[in-house]
């Protein structure tokens, strides 16, 4: 990897980006919009988003970074820039983390928006440290950044790629604990369960919300969580295509 052909990726990725206002509002926006529509589904019980909202700010950011990710990266590719680029003395680790940069930069706006937000004008009460609660949702956008960019190198079309999002997100939304504990599941569910990063994030965000301090489990759902971003980010460098056929 080349710290210059990496930033200067970046820089080309926000540019494209700044042009873009839908993609910006949907990455930045929607994350804080289906947090302000859940507050308010739950309007009349407010335990109930206390106990689902922070779970729900880590999944929301990871599901949006996904899909633009994914998407973008398919349309690089499909348009030849992908092609381009690599015919000049770039290496498949300089594209992939250039284009994590980029979107890890984005993700930390994001993650730091809908934060915000749900603490301070949503009243989500938790026990732990707003900034224990931001690293943990920074770290889901940054793992479904790098989902994205994983899972565009096997799509064909942006049809494709969306379709990605039922078959990667879904089980693991469902199997993360959000709607019932993981060890409650059926054993083999549960074991699934266990190798699921998101499980881990959920489990991070359910932490902060039982312990003013970080304890041992918070660190291990972190390390966990950041360690399946870089191996997916590594597997995603491997797996680029140039082109889609």
Known sequence: MNIHRTTATATRVLRQLRHDPRTIA???????????????????????????????????????????????????????????????????????AGYALAFGTVAVVQSALATGLALWVLDLNVTGS?????????????????????????????????????AVIFPQLLLCGLFTPRDRMQPALEAISNVLPMSYAVDGMNEILRHPDPTATYLRDVLIVAGCTVLVLVVGAATLRRRTP
């Open 26 to 96: 949907l990455m930045l926006l929607v994350p804080c919009l289906m947090l302000l529509l859940l507050r308010y589904v739950f309007d009349g019980s407010p335990g109930t988003f206390d106990s689902i909202g922070a779970s729900l700010l880590g999944i929301f950011p990871l599901i949006t970074m996904f899909l633009v990710t994914s998407i973008a990266t398919l349309r690089e590719r499909t348009s030849g820039t992908l092609e381009r680029l690599l015919a000049m003395p770039m290496a498949k680790g300089d594209l992939i």
């Open 130 to 166: 707003a900034w224990l609660l931001l690293l943990v949702a920074l770290l889901d956008a940054l793992l479904g950044t790098a989902l994205g960019l994983f899972v565009s190198a096997f799509a064909a079309s942006e049809f494709q790629a969306v379709q990605f999002l039922p």
